[in-house]
């Protein structure tokens, strides 16, 4: 699950809302991907004729599904509603997405979203933060039958899930090449706003290949003027002939929290590489290069004897990473990824994030004026390691309730922490434990343990494990590039 405090920095995201699809993949999906006889022409020529989209909307709304999740969690004073769209809890009350620091309580908290079916047979595509926790999720078709659906896999990186429903001949949705999507192309955004019922919206695509925006660690968005709200999350984004282009993921909402006019979608060919991963591995499995690339702008390329200012720049590279093993250096711009040009920072973590590890690439970079190739063997994408270890043995010790994550390169930045800080982010802090009580908050970098240096996942859960439940622990701890210690 997202951490409080990470969603909570996500401000320019403020409502998920949709994704839907119809993936080839494994097991009996690629029945999904065989192209319907084209109705290109009667299609258009109704809509010029005045009689809009129906048939489209006819052909589509069978496979797009209403989701409903369950899941048990702690709700302090100021939580969100019952029945609201996962991402929509940034909206009610505390700089962490919600959280206050009041005594919580249980509840079974329900939210609801959107979802496609991608396979006669019951493959449905989502988002993850629809699904993210839930212990029930229940699937309701469009001709009101409800099923129980398994969840397959997720990828919290692009935020999307695959579940799974029993039976067979399940309507579906053909794929569309998201790649060929253009600006001023027509597209319907469907989905269950607010609960209300499905519900059917129009507009354009504004622009392609939007990246930087904060919203997911993965980011290529199709962005659209159609009207989506809170409740479309994990519906469908389609083209004017009803083909899959893109999951509707996120808006950017004013103080109302509603429609602005700019959404975003994760492009169907992004989501269909995470669906055939999730349906044959059970996860989705990231490229990683190691390093913290960074825009160039006019000045850096001229600081860096650069004509251009397309490019990644390489602004860190991650000790024992798969770049730290390369011949690859600081200040280089990549300019190119196995001959394919890279525009920016954001383009380039995408391209290497939608490869598959083990891969060896081949990097075009600028350095001293020149250009060079540097082949690199990508490794994968460091997950939340041993998270569940981590948690295990903190329910033995003083730090119950504290969850902590791994102190990437790109979690620095986002801290606006030094490129040289080390040791693990706080993620989540229970506002009834008693780190909360003596001031532990989620983004404060734990340094120390006990006087024990940690600087990765492994070596805090060992200092955290030789700690016992009734001794009081020692925390040296970073907070905004200053440091200071808690006994907790």
Do not use: C, W
Not at 227 to 250: F, K, M, Q, Y
Not at 299 to 320: C, H, M, R, W, Y
Not at 364 to 372: Q, S, Y
């Amino acid at each position: 699950m997202k951490s409080e405090f990470f969603r909570g920095r996500r401000s320019i995201a403020t409502v998920a809302l949709v994704a839907a699809l119809a993936v080839t993949g494994f097991y009996g999906l690629r029945a999904a991907d065989n192209q319907a006889p084209t109705v290109k022409t009667a299609l258009r020529s109704e809509a010029a004729a005045g009689r809009g989209y129906s048939a489209v909307v006819k052909r589509v709304v069978p496979a797009v599904v209403n989701i409903s999740t369950s899941k048990m969690v702690k709700q302090t004073a100021m939580d969100m509603p019952e029945g609201a769209d996962p991402l929509f809890r940034q909206f009610f009350g505390g700089e962490n997405g919600g959280r206050q620091f009041n005594t919580p309580h249980q509840r079974n908290e329900k939210a609801l979203g959107s979802g496609v079916i991608i396979s006669p047979q019951g493959y449905i595509l989502t988002n993850n933060h629809v699904v993210d926790g839930a212990t029930v999720v229940t699937v309701t078709l469009h001709d009101k039958r409800e099923f129980k659906a398994r969840v397959v896999g997720t990828d919290p990186r692009t935020d999307v899930a695959v579940l799974k429903i029993e039976g067979s001949n399940f309507p579906t949705l053909t794929l569309a090449d998201s790649s060929k999507v253009e600006v001023g192309d027509i597209v319907l955004a469907i989905g269950n706003p607010f609960g209300v019922g499905q519900t059917v919206t129009a507009g354009i695509v504004s622009a392609t290949g939007r990246g930087n925006l904060g919203i997911e660690q993965v980011e290529d968005f199709i962005q659209t003027d159609a009207p989506i709200n809170p409740g479309n999350s994990g519906g469908a984004l389609v083209d004017d002939e009803g083909h899959l282009i893109g999951i509707n993921t996120a808006i950017l909402a004013g103080n109302s929290g509603g429609n602005q006019g700019i959404g975003f979608a994760v492009p169907i060919n992004m989501a269909r590489h995470d669906m055939d991963e999730i349906v044959a591995h059970g996860k989705v499995e990231h490229g990683y290069l190691g390093i913290l690339p960074q825009d160039v702008t006019p000045a850096l390329a001229k600081a860096f004897n650069s004509k251009e200012t397309n490019g990644a720049l390489v602004g860190q590279i991650t000790p024992d990473s798969p770049a730290a093993h390369s011949s690859l250096k600081q200040g280089d711009i990549i300019v190119a990824v196995n001959g394919q040009p890279i525009t920016d920072a954001s383009q380039l973590r995408t391209k290497i994030g939608m490869m598959d590890p083990n891969q060896t690439v081949t990097l075009k970079v600028l350095r001293n004026g020149g250009t060079e190739d540097v082949k690199i063997t990508l490794g994968e994408y460091p997950t939340k390691q041993e998270r569940a270890s981590v948690e295990k043995s903190n329910s033995d010790s003083s730090l119950q309730g504290v969850n902590v994550e791994s102190l990437t390169p790109e979690t620095a930045q986002e801290l606006k922490l030094p490129a040289t800080t080390k040791g693990v982010v706080v993620s989540e802090v229970d506002p009834s434990s008693h780190a909360a009580d003596v001031g532990l908050r989620p983004g404060d970098v734990i340094q120390q343990v006990n006087h024990q240096t940690v600087t990765n996942m492994r070596e805090y859960t060992q200092a955290v494990s030789a700690s016992k439940k009734d001794d009081s622990v020692l925390l040296l701890v970073d907070r905004n590039g200053n440091t200071l210690f808690l006994a907790v």
